[in-house]
C-alpha cells in the first residue's frame, strides 16, 4: 500500500526558511519521480517541483532560485527546502508520485499524494 505522509510545515515570517520532508512508503522509491504541489484557499492546485529517479530537477517558475527538491532513497523521503518565502507562498504543500520515474510538471502525471501539509507565511 502506497502511502506518502508530508511534515514540517509552520508558520514562518517572510524571507525565512522551512524544509519540508515526505516519507514514502508501499513501494520502490528510487523507481519513481516525486513531486511538490500546492494549494492556496480559493485557487487550483499548482505545480512546484519535481524530482526523478535520478536527481534530475524541475521548477516553477514562481519558486525557481528559491525552492530546492532532493531525494534520499535511503531515506524513502523527499525534501522541499524553500526560502526566501513570501506571504503568496501560503499554501498546503502536497508531495506526490510520479507514474513514471521522471520529473514531470503535470497533476495528471501523479497517482498518489499525501495529506498535505499547511506553510503559512505571515508579512
Known amino acids: 500500500q502506497v502511502r506518502l505522509v508530508e511534515s514540517g510545515g509552520g508558520l514562518v515570517q517572510a524571507g525565512g526558511s522551512v524544509r519540508l520532508s515526505c516519507a514514502a512508503s508501499?513501494?520502490?522509491?528510487?523507481?519513481?519521480?516525486m513531486g511538490w504541489f500546492r494549494q492556496a484557499p480559493g485557487k487550483e492546485r499548482e505545480f512546484v517541483a519535481a524530482?526523478?529517479?535520478?536527481?534530475?530537477?524541475v521548477y516553477a517558475d514562481s519558486v525557481k532560485g528559491r525552492f530546492t527538491i532532493s531525494r534520499t532513497n535511503v531515506k524513502n523521503t523527499v525534501y522541499l527546502q524553500m526560502n526566501s518565502l513570501k506571504p503568496e507562498d501560503t499554501a498546503v504543500y502536497y508531495c506526490?508520485?510520479?507514474?513514471?520515474?521522471?520529473?514531470?510538471?503535470?497533476?495528471?502525471?501523479?497517482?498518489?499524494w499525501g495529506q498535505g501539509t499547511q506553510v503559512t507565511v505571515s508579512s
Open positions: 524530482i526523478s529517479s535520478g536527481g534530475s530537477t
Open positions: 506526490a508520485r510520479d507514474t513514471s520515474p521522471y520529473a514531470r510538471s503535470r497533476r495528471d502525471n501523479y497517482d498518489y
Open positions: 508501499g513501494y520502490t522509491f528510487s523507481r519513481y519521480g
